[in-house]
């Protein structure tokens, strides 16, 4: 039983891997022309290392759970 689950955490590491290796790429695509000047209030917001920091904070308190729930 405990080498299903391990077999399904494996699995759903390696998809949420492979989705984060074909999105990024996609996201970095150069913008198409014409696109228009950015004035002030066009601005985009600041995203910078901070959002990983979230994001790995969030997985490691989702494992910490789901550990706690299998006790």
């Known amino acids: 039983m405990k080498k299903n689950k391990n077999q399904n955490i494996v699995k759903g590491i390696l998809l949420v891997v492979f989705i984060l290796l074909i ?5 970095a695509q150069i913008p198409l022309p014409g696109g ?10 600041p ?11 969030g997985a490691v308190a989702g494992v910490r759970r789901l550990r706690k729930k299998e006790n």
């Open 47 to 57: 995203i910078d290392g901070l959002i990983g920091v979230a994001i790995a904070v």
């Open 23 to 27: 999105v990024a790429p996609s996201m």
């Open 36 to 45: 228009g000047e950015e004035g002030p209030g066009d601005t985009p917001a």
